[in-house]
């Protein structure tokens, strides 16, 4: 095995969830096939002290990113390994990204204990939990007399929550499940709705001034998961939105060409703005930040306006 200079392992920050885990030994399963030697080092986030109160509350979803970056800033870890959905678009901490991950399947689905039969009954006031204003805003679009309640905690504990509470369902991130194999619990994957910026993708952060772990990590990245995500959080940028915001992003390659859906809501789900296009991959640049300007110029701006009040 290779070391650092100070012949130690690589050190990789991660939250101590078992998908948080997962994510991290993926990243040090393949840093030992180039033969590093790596070891996790976990870190306990201001989102994992807190699984009650409502992500947007709490400031978005770098409430489960800040305590990792703190720790790179101060030296304790070499790397961090993240959800890209959960970072946010500007940081403007002395960090980059090194590298994203190939994505995995980007979709939501709902876990429904007793089944998914309410959905075909229109008079049925189902309960669907999810902690994403995304979600919930989607959700009620599509059905406008279900309730949406909030929902907090690692992926284990929300699925413990839907089993025991009086709810109908609970809407996921599929990959989230797959991962830890946990995708029997999958009732539907919810194909109709838009994801959220760079969902299903991993992004591994290091300091911009270590040019060794920059070219180690580097060797991680996935081209085609770059591009896309680029894409999609340039949306998300433009927007002003927030990784809280009710908006949704996917950029796919298909063949030679990028297909992008965007799409954004009020908290309600009652005003909805869409935007779709597909473009050969060589003139895809700045497609993010096109949808987005047409989306605000079309409404959405408002809606971003009274989030942010």
């Known amino acids: 095995m290779q070391l650092m200079n100070d012949q130690r392992p690589i050190r990789i920050g991660t939250r101590s969830s078992e998908l ?5 030994r993926k990243v040090a399963d393949l840093l030992s096939e180039q033969g590093y030697d790596a070891e996790l080092i976990f870190i306990t986030s201001e989102g994992d002290k807190d699984q009650t109160t409502p992500l947007p509350e709490m400031g978005g979803r770098g409430v489960f990113t ?39 399947d980007p979709r939501d689905a709902l876990v429904a204990p007793d089944g998914t039969d309410f959905l075909n009954d229109p008079n049925h006031e189902a309960v669907i939990a999810t902690g994403s204003n995304r979600r919930k805003a989607q959700w009620l679009n599509r059905y406008p007399n ?49 994801p959220a910026p760079a969902q299903a ?18 060797q991680l990245n996935d081209d085609f998961t770059a591009i896309c995500t ?12 927030g990784c809280s915001a009710p908006v949704g992003a996917h950029a796919w390659m298909e063949k030679k060409n990028i297909h992008f859906k965007a799409t954004a809501l009020t908290l309600d789900g009652c005003e909805r703005h869409d ?35």
Do not use: C
């Not at 309640?149 to 284990?156: A, H, K």
């Not at 539907?188 to 709705?193: A, E, F, K, R, V």
């Not at 993708?201 to 580097?218: F, G, L, N, P, T």
């Not at 050969?280 to 009274?306: H, N, S, T, Y």
């Open 146 to 194: 279900h309730k949406v309640v909030n929902l907090r905690g690692n992926v284990n504990t929300r699925l413990e929550k839907v089993q025991t509470k009086p709810w109908d369902g609970a809407i996921f991130a599929a990959a989230g499940l797959k991962r830890i194999g946990l995708n029997q619990h999958i009732s539907q994957y919810l194909d109709w709705m838009i």
């Open 275 to 309: 935007f779709e296009k597909k473009l050969p991959v060589f003139e895809a640049e700045g497609l993010g930040k096109k949808a987005a300007r047409q989306l605000l110029d079309e409404g959405a701006a408002k809606i971003m306006e009274k989030l942010k009040r």
């Open 20 to 24: 948080a885990t997962w994510q991290a």
């Open 66 to 104: 800040k305590a990792v970056d703190r720790a790179l800033l101060n030296g304790d870890i070499d790397l961090g390994v993240h959800s890209f959905k959960d970072l946010p678009t500007k940081n403007p901490m002395p960090l980059t990204i090194a590298a994203v991950m190939e994505r995995d």
């Open 201 to 218: 993708a991993m992004a591994v952060m290091v300091r911009e001034d270590d040019a060794k772990m920059q070219d180690i990590v580097s």
């Open 230 to 241: 680029q894409i999609e959080r340039n949306f998300l940028r433009v927007m002003e939105a």
